[in-house]
């Protein structure tokens, strides 16, 4: 039972357009939504979160759009760049916090 | 700041032998957590604390024990490792809600 998922594997760009990266959960306790990036053999770096109770969080470049009633989330890149290219994952949390529940991660491919 | 560190950065076990995976974080976090990253699987959480003397089971806790007895550090033992217990294995610390600091990572396999 697979709370939270990305349903595309892979995902391929044009430098300088947009990227959506999309997200589905089925829990609708989870209070904090959270994206990361994740390049090969490091560690997942944290990108941007939403709260539950918003519906648009923006943070340069990348903005996280939540749906509670349709529990869709989506992560947009304007404009893509070749660095980029990474592993993305979305990620929830609950009343605790220490404990976040990953999707299967989409890996993002941005071509110059 | 180092952030979170962990050590070793890679570990070859034979089945059956024991270790302890590092995890140390320098930023007075309260919640710590271990994920272990399996192929098209994403991240699944092993263990967590929520301070210290405080720690609860995620969603894959088998084989693996974990204690905190300070706030900055959080070690993962494997009892007697399998070969189902090679993956990629993340310490995580968190102080607010809506964000999540991971480590570099440990990259074990088990014979």
């Known amino acids: 039972d697979q709370q939270v998922k990305q349903n595309s594997p892979s995902l391929s760009v044009q430098e300088g357009r947009i990227s959506i990266l999309n997200c589905d959960y089925t829990?609708?306790?989870?209070?904090?939504f959270l994206w990361y990036k994740k390049y090969p053999a490091e560690g997942p770096t944290f990108l941007i979160s939403i709260s539950s109770i918003k519906d648009k969080n923006e943070d340069g470049r990348f903005t996280v759009f939540l749906n509670k009633s349709a529990k869709h989330l989506s992560l947009h890149i304007v404009p893509s760049q070749p660095g980029d290219s990474a592993v993305y994952f979305c990620?929830?949390?609950?009343?605790?916090?220490?404990?976040?529940?990953f999707g299967q991660g989409t890996i993002l491919t941005v071509h110059p | 700041n180092a952030g979170v560190t962990q050590t070793p950065k890679f570990q070859v076990l034979k089945t059956g032998q024991s270790m302890t995976l590092q995890c140390a974080q320098d930023?007075?976090?309260?919640?710590m957590s271990w994920y272990r990253q399996d192929p098209g699987m994403g991240l699944r959480l092993i263990h967590y604390?929520?301070?210290?003397?405080?720690?609860d089971q995620g969603e894959v806790p088998n084989g693996y024990n974990v204690s905190r007895s300070t706030t900055e550090d959080f070690p993962l033992r494997l009892l007697s490792a399998a070969p189902s217990q090679t993956s990629v294995y993340f310490c995580?610390?968190?102080?607010?809600?809506?964000?999540?600091?991971f480590g570099p990572g440990t990259r074990l396999l088990v014979l």
């Open positions: 995580a610390s968190s102080g607010r809600p809506e964000t999540q600091y």
């Open positions: 990620a929830a949390s609950g009343t605790s916090y220490g404990k976040l529940t």
């Open positions: 604390s929520v301070g210290a003397g405080i720690t």
């Open positions: 829990n609708s306790m989870f209070d904090y």
């Open positions: 930023m007075n976090h309260e919640y």
